[in-house]
């Protein structure tokens, strides 16, 4: 039986030097090429002939040395979701993470569970990142951004509903869910609302907000709210679902579509009638909704794409001194269906 023969331990590794002698160019030249290079102009045929050399001796770029001639990484930062952030926040991401890299970012995911504020930041500061996005899980403080941009992170953007000193700052109100599910409940006659608050950890940081804001909503109104709180499994919903008429509610806004499709079966398989009985909102609209029957009444949240805020790092990074701005990531408005 052959072989594969074993490749020599102390093979050297490919340089630069070695792919501008196969490829019979400058070193300068290959570096113009490989690095993408648009400020100096290489016909296509001595660019086809440098990717072909560097791919026969298997040669790859050094970031660090990279690194080093531009003054600054090409890292991007993103500090690692540790809660369950749901489809429509799981494709936002994805897209920014694939327009980053079509703007010759270095997209890092960071795992940062168990660490504080000040510890996150000194973490993500030791592999020199150009930009760290802090999606909001950790809370960066002034201190923390300082420490950023002295490690040489010229652009720190946070998302989330607060500003933090000398960062950028996208803006997600979730409150403004919480409200556009409340008040089209009330316009649909509903007083006793419940709101739904998922058990799992992590998940507040959207939930309080969004309680925040149907209580708003129902501010000075007859209308009541009512948290109820559920976790994510079927018996969870089925005991909420076994006391929901001593809870008296005629309506619920169940904090996402997801919780909300999981409550709807269980109060269906409760004898509770949806929506005569309770009528019953989600958020995200998921297309599973649209094919439940009644198809699930939802609020749809409008976010920027991930393309927006890819060419915000991008604009942060080309001039770091500009003054912090604010912008608002997301809209909100409810889109009422059978199930309310």
């Known amino acids: 039986m052959s072989q594969t023969p074993k490749q020599p331990a102390d093979r050297p590794v490919p340089t630069s030097a070695d792919v501008a002698r196969l490829a019979g160019v400058s070193r300068a030249t290959v570096s113009y090429v490989l690095n993408n290079t648009s400020a100096v102009r290489i016909s296509e045929p001595t660019?086809?002939?440098?990717?072909?050399?560097?791919?026969?001796?298997?040669?790859?770029p050094h970031a660090a040395a990279r690194s080093l001639?531009?003054?600054?990484?090409?890292?991007?930062?993103?500090?690692?979701?540790?809660?369950?952030?749901?489809?429509?926040?799981s494709r936002f991401f994805n897209e920014l993470q694939w327009e980053l890299r079509r703007?010759?970012?270095?997209?890092?995911?960071y795992g940062s569970l168990g660490l504080g504020a000040d510890e996150a930041a000194r973490a993500w500061a030791e592999l020199r990142p150009v930009a760290v996005v802090s999606l909001g899980e950790i809370e960066l403080t002034p201190q923390g951004v300082?420490?950023?941009?002295?490690?040489?992170?010229?652009?720190?953007?946070?998302?989330?509903?607060?500003?933090?000193?000398?960062?950028?700052?996208?803006?997600?109100?979730?409150r403004e869910i919480g409200e556009s599910a409340v008040v089209h409940l009330r316009e649909r006659g509903r007083r006793r609302?419940?709101?739904?608050?998922?058990?799992?950890?992590?998940?507040?940081?959207?939930?309080k907000p969004r309680l925040a804001g149907a209580r708003k909503a129902a501010h000075g109104t007859d209308a009541v709210i009512e948290p109820v709180t559920m976790a994510y499994t079927e018996e969870?919903?089925?005991?909420?679902a076994g006391r929901w008429r001593e809870l008296g509610l005629d309506a619920v806004f169940a904090y996402n579509d997801e919780y909300?499709?999981?409550?709807m079966s269980a109060l269906q398989d409760a004898d509770i009638d949806v929506p005569r009985e309770t009528a019953v909102i989600g958020a995200d609209d998921l297309l599973l909704g649209r094919l439940l029957r009644p198809r699930l009444s939802t609020v749809h949240v409008e976010m920027v794409t991930g393309r927006h805020l890819a060419e915000l790092v991008d604009r942060v990074v080309r001039d770091p001194e500009g003054t912090p701005e604010r912008h608002d990531l997301m809209g909100a408005r409810a889109l009422p269906r059978e199930s309310s």
């Not at 010229?154 to 109100?173: C, F, K, N, S, Y």
């Open 103 to 109: 703007l010759d970012y270095t997209v890092v995911q």
């Open 193 to 207: 609302i419940g709101v739904l608050i998922p058990e799992e950890p992590g998940l507040e940081l959207f939930s």
């Open 236 to 240: 969870s919903a089925a005991e909420l």
């Open 260 to 263: 909300a499709m999981l409550l």
């Open 47 to 60: 660019r086809v002939r440098v990717r072909a050399a560097a791919e026969e001796l298997g040669y790859v």
């Open 146 to 174: 300082r420490l950023l941009k002295r490690s040489g992170a010229r652009a720190v953007i946070t998302l989330g509903p607060q500003r933090v000193e000398g960062a950028h700052a996208l803006v997600m109100d979730q």
């Open 69 to 89: 001639r531009a003054g600054h990484t090409r890292i991007v930062l993103l500090p690692t979701a540790h809660i369950p952030v749901g489809p429509l926040y």
